[in-house]
């Protein structure tokens, strides 16, 4: 095999005409600020079509080798390029390509803040690219490296984040979705605890909406995004219980890891979290006290590739499924169909707003019945569609 090594680190931001805005009302999303009033978004707003002449940005990160062999993957998050190219950047150049293991290692060791936030984000996404560049090179996708494919299709569960919580808009929606044949369905619920009994009850009555219009079978998550306290979490989980949700994602920070243990032991209401653990030495201590129904860490922030696939190796050792947060899709779509479907059951597939996030990408991830075909190009087989791209600019941090 032969030794590549990095030459190039790019990050690529391309723009064109902004995608229509998803159709219906946008409903707010409860979130730790929430608490104070006047940080308190309206709850639901009004559909509005983006503005003549808007302009939508994606940015994809390139890597270059000397040998002419390529790594590319995106989107990645605004936050990033500065860390990236000011403080990653320049260390990668020279190393050899193919070592992502290494590569990963001497990155988290790199700078003492590289273990979280937008330094493990900038990580990440280089080691996504890397993977890419491997796949490239040896003209296979990445879930072929990782050992081989589970299912020729891969199930996901429709992620809801943004739809209208009104109550004929709730039916309409869960009815629908459980009919396109998703794994099961998510809602984000909209008030905490500074909106008092009033908000409780319509975070109660959604769940109960939502479980009268699927019907007994279809499973039923719910996101705060970290907008409760504990007392509020154990009341509306001791109020919806007949629903049987299948889990309560991130109630509280992850930093207040005894209010997750405490929520679970006395409510026994199932509980997710992971997005916001960014390696597997987070995980751990949610598998070992049995906190957590699914560990949802994210490829685009917790390392990448190499992290998620460690992470999952480590969940399955206590019998708790990897179910990817769904911020991106392509590294979470090909590290899912690697895994047994017991370890990775699943995606997650955010309805609103994955399709204008791959906008600018020729054959975006889309899925079909509620479930992704096994992708077939090399690497992450991510190709940008050139009749949607109006300018590119390669930014620079000096």
């Given at each position: 095999?032969?030794?590549?090594?990095?030459?190039?680190?790019?990050?690529?931001?391309?723009?064109?005409?902004?995608?229509?805005?998803?159709a219906?009302?946008?409903?707010?999303q409860?979130?730790?600020?929430?608490?104070?009033?006047?940080?308190?978004?309206?709850?639901?707003?009004?559909?509005?079509?983006?503005?003549?002449?808007?302009?939508?940005?994606?940015?994809?990160?390139r890597?270059?080798?000397?040998?002419?062999?390529?790594?590319?993957?995106?989107?990645?998050?605004?936050?990033?390029?500065?860390?990236?190219?000011?403080?990653?950047g320049?260390?990668?150049?020279?190393?050899?390509?193919?070592?992502?293991?290494?590569?990963?290692?001497?990155?988290?060791?790199?700078?003492?803040?590289?273990?979280?936030?937008?330094?493990?984000?900038?990580?990440s996404?280089i080691?996504?690219?890397?993977w890419d560049?491997?796949?490239?090179?040896?003209?296979?996708?990445?879930?072929?490296?990782?050992?081989?494919?589970?299912?020729?299709r891969?199930?996901?569960?429709?992620?809801?984040?943004?739809?209208?919580?009104?109550?004929?808009?709730?039916?309409?929606?869960?009815?629908?979705?459980?009919?396109?044949?998703?794994?099961?369905?998510?809602?984000?619920?909209?008030?905490g605890?500074?909106?008092?009994e009033?908000?409780?009850?319509r975070?109660?009555?959604?769940?109960?909406?939502?479980?009268?219009?699927?019907?007994?079978?279809?499973?039923?998550?719910?996101?705060?995004?970290?907008?409760?306290?504990?007392?509020?979490?154990?009341?509306?989980?001791?109020q919806?219980?007949p629903?049987?949700?299948?889990?309560?994602?991130?109630?509280f920070?992850?930093?207040?890891?005894?209010?997750?243990?405490?929520?679970?032991?006395?409510?026994?209401?199932?509980?997710?979290?992971?997005?916001?653990?960014?390696?597997?030495?987070?995980?751990?201590?949610?598998?070992?006290?049995?906190?957590?129904?699914?560990v949802?860490?994210?490829?685009?922030?917790?390392?990448?590739?190499?992290?998620?696939?460690?992470?999952?190796?480590?969940?399955?050792?206590?019998?708790?499924?990897?179910?990817?947060?769904?911020?991106?899709?392509?590294?979470?779509?090909?590290?899912?169909?690697?895994?047994?479907?017991?370890?990775?059951?699943?995606?997650?597939?955010?309805?609103?707003?994955?399709?204008?996030?791959?906008?600018?990408?020729?054959?975006?991830?889309?899925?079909?019945?509620g479930?992704?075909?096994?992708?077939?190009?090399?690497?992450?087989?991510i190709?940008?569609?050139?009749?949607?791209?109006?300018?590119?600019?390669?930014?620079?941090f000096?």
């Amino acid at each position: 095999m032969r030794n590549l090594k990095i030459s190039a680190i790019e990050v690529h931001a391309v723009r064109g005409a902004r995608p229509p805005a998803p159709a219906g009302d946008t409903q707010r999303q409860v979130n730790a600020l929430n608490l104070y009033a006047e940080h308190r978004a309206p709850a639901l707003r009004p559909a509005t079509p983006s503005p003549a002449g808007a302009e939508a940005t994606s940015l994809y990160l390139r890597i270059g080798t000397d040998g002419g062999a390529e790594g590319f993957y995106g989107p990645i998050d605004p936050e990033v390029p500065w860390s990236l190219l000011r403080q990653l950047g320049g260390f990668l150049i020279g190393q050899d390509a193919l070592a992502t293991t290494i590569i990963w290692d001497k990155l988290e060791r790199l700078d003492r803040h590289a273990r979280h936030g937008h330094l493990k984000m900038a990580i990440s996404a280089i080691d996504n690219a890397l993977w890419d560049l491997k796949g490239r090179v040896l003209d296979a996708p990445v879930w072929q490296l990782l050992g081989g494919a589970s299912r020729e299709r891969i199930p996901a569960y429709a992620s809801l984040l943004g739809t209208s919580l009104e109550p004929d808009v709730v039916a309409r929606v869960a009815a629908q979705t459980a009919d396109e044949g998703f794994a099961g369905q998510k809602w984000f619920l909209a008030y905490g605890p500074g909106e008092g009994e009033a908000g409780m009850k319509r975070n109660v009555e959604l769940a109960e909406q939502v479980r009268e219009a699927v019907g007994a079978q279809t499973e039923l998550m719910y996101d705060v995004f970290q907008g409760w306290d504990l007392g509020y979490a154990r009341s509306w989980a001791q109020q919806v219980a007949p629903t049987r949700p299948a889990w309560l994602e991130e109630p509280f920070s992850p930093n207040r890891y005894p209010a997750f243990v405490e929520l679970h032991r006395s409510t026994g209401i199932p509980l997710s979290a992971g997005e916001h653990l960014y390696d597997r030495a987070e995980v751990l201590p949610y598998l070992q006290d049995g906190v957590l129904a699914a560990v949802q860490s994210d490829p685009e922030w917790c390392g990448g590739v190499t992290e998620l696939v460690r992470i999952c190796a480590l969940a399955e050792t206590f019998g708790v499924p990897v179910i990817p947060h769904g911020h991106g899709l392509h590294a979470a779509l090909h590290v899912v169909a690697s895994q047994s479907p017991v370890a990775c059951p699943k995606v997650e597939y955010l309805v609103r707003s994955m399709p204008n996030r791959h906008h600018f990408e020729a054959s975006p991830p889309t899925p079909e019945g509620g479930s992704f075909a096994l992708p077939t190009g090399p690497g992450f087989g991510i190709r940008l569609d050139e009749s949607k791209i109006d300018s590119r600019e390669l930014l620079q941090f000096g």
